[in-house]
Structure formats: C-alpha cells, structure tokens
C-alpha cells in the first residue's frame, strides 16, 4: 500500500512558475514508477509526465515537453513536477499517481494509488 499526498498547487499568472510535490509512504513507495495526471472541469482525466522507480526514463505529455520536468528523490520518498511556461489550458487538478508494479506507463487505468489532488490556477 502506498499512500500519497500533494503539495504546491496555487495560483499562478501566465508564463509563472509553480513546483508540484508528492511526498509518498508506505512499503514500496521507493520502488514504484510515478506518475502526474490532471484533470480540468468537464474533461477527463489526462496525463502529464511520470518517471521510472529509478528516475532512469522519464515520459511527458506533448502538450508539456520543454515546460515541465519530473523527477524523484527516493530517499526522500518524493516526486515533483517543475512547471515553468505555464499557460491558462495548464490549468486543472493535478493528481500523483503510483503503480503497484515495475514498469512506468502513460495511461491513468494502469496506476493503483491516487493522492487528493493539488489545484493549478493559471490566469492570463
């Protein structure tokens, strides 16, 4: 069992800058591949970026390559997704994610444990 918690949401101008944090916990949080996901009012949920259990291949979005960057430090148990460039469309709920298994994937079915959510406001 993994537990998950996000931190560093907020409200940002356009062009503006926001780091994202999720601290894990739990047996396995140090092994497993992560991920970020948001979801914005009346859409589905989408994904962003994760990383391997090592921080060895890391994957993003097309919408967010060359703006946001994830990485993890597994002796502190935390992944972050630094957001730079931001834009109003960036605006959603961002959501960490872990996978009970090795093996990083892009698609939300596939992750097992959900933090709350941390909201990203983007104003033009």
């Known amino acids: 069992q993994v537990q998950l918690v996000e931190s560093g949401g907020g409200l940002v101008q356009a062009g503006g800058s926001l780091r994202l944090s999720c601290a894990a916990s739990?047996?396995?949080?140090?092994?497993?591949?992560m991920g970020w996901f948001r979801q914005a009012p009346g859409k589905e949920r989408e994904f962003v970026a994760a990383?391997?259990?090592?921080?060895?291949?890391?994957y993003y979005a097309d919408s967010v390559k060359g703006r946001f960057a994830i990485s993890r430090d597994n002796a502190k148990n935390t992944v972050y997704l630094q957001m730079n460039g931001l834009k109003p469309e960036d605006t959603a709920v961002y959501y960490c994610?872990?996978?009970?298994?090795?093996?990083?994937?892009?698609?939300?079915?596939?992750?097992?444990?959900w933090g709350q959510g941390t909201q990203v406001t983007v104003s033009s």
């Open positions: 990383v391997s259990w090592n921080g060895g291949n890391r």
């Open positions: 739990g047996r396995t949080a140090a092994t497993s591949p």
């Open positions: 994610a872990a996978r009970a298994t090795r093996g990083v994937t892009t698609t939300f079915e596939t992750y097992d444990y």
